[in-house]
């Protein structure tokens, strides 16, 4: 396909910016052909040897309500998995980072980071992806090695924005990780797959204010060190 490169850049540059991670959308569906075409269009991100690890589960209405039903009354046990994303303790540069994104994400929210309940009550929302129309699930070959896991994040990269040029909205999920055990049976996973995240997937609500918080960015010079030119 031919296309103007210049166009291009500012098309890309302007995906780039406008996505953010949306956690409250609109009561408005999206089609299945919708999303099948966001995930084939996505499948052109590069991959070791053009492996293509990525395997993912696309749910709506009830498949949305079983996966929700099934891990709430998991988290409501309180018999939580231990949570495994970062390492403990986390080095102290991404700590502070982590940090000041909880600030802000429940500030917006109006909730006192003190109110474990209600940071709860926000947590478990992940488990409905957030009143999302679609639910992504991304699963991986366990045998497979970390490089492999970075193809699969390419992928979601690239369904990310191939969402955001159709005017839908995403919040990439890890919360479902520890949950493997509990989604694998609800989706009929094949032995040997792995959960790696998920993906709420729809329309903005732009009425709510938890869609309207900043994530700032490092500085480039900080993460980059120039040789040579
Ligand atoms: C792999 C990955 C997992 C994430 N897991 C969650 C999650 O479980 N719940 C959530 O609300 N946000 C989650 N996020 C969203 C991040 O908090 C968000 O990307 C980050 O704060 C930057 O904000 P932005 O996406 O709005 O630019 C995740 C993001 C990534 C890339």
């Avoid at 408005?28 to 590069?46: D, Q």
């Avoid at 991959?47 to 309500?65: D, H, K, R």
């Avoid at 390492?87 to 909880?102: C, I, K, S, T």
């Avoid at 797959?193 to 900043?214: H, I, K, P, W």
Wanted: proline share 7%; aromatic share 10%.
């Amino acid at each position: 396909m031919s296309f103007s490169i210049a166009d291009t850049a500012a098309c890309l540059d302007g995906l780039l910016r406008s996505r953010g991670s949306v956690r409250a959308f609109r009561d408005e569906p999206v089609p299945r052909e919708t999303v099948l075409e966001i995930l084939r269009v996505a499948g052109r991100a590069p991959s070791n040897s053009n492996t293509q690890p990525w395997q993912v589960y696309a749910l709506a209405g009830e498949a949305i309500q079983r996966l929700e039903a099934a891990i709430t009354a998991v988290f409501d046990s309180g018999q939580l998995p231990p949570p495994h994303h970062f390492p403990v303790p986390l080095p102290d540069e991404y700590g502070a980072r982590q940090a000041d994104f909880a600030a802000r994400y429940y500030q917006a929210l109006g909730i006192d980071r003190t109110d474990a309940a209600a940071r709860a009550r926000q947590t478990r929302r992940n488990f409905g992806f957030f009143g999302a129309p679609v639910g992504l699930i991304f699963a991986i070959d366990a045998c497979l090695k970390p490089h492999s896991w970075l193809d699969l994040g390419l992928y979601l990269q690239s369904v990310m924005l191939a969402a955001r040029s159709r005017g839908l909205d995403t919040c990439p999920q890890v919360s479902f990780a520890p949950y493997h055990a509990v989604i694998a049976p609800v989706l009929g996973m094949p032995d040997g797959q792995v959960t790696v995240c998920g993906l709420s997937l729809g329309y903005r609500d732009e009425r709510a204010a938890v869609n309207g918080f900043e994530t700032p960015r490092r500085d480039v010079n900080g993460f980059v060190r120039t040789m040579g030119f």
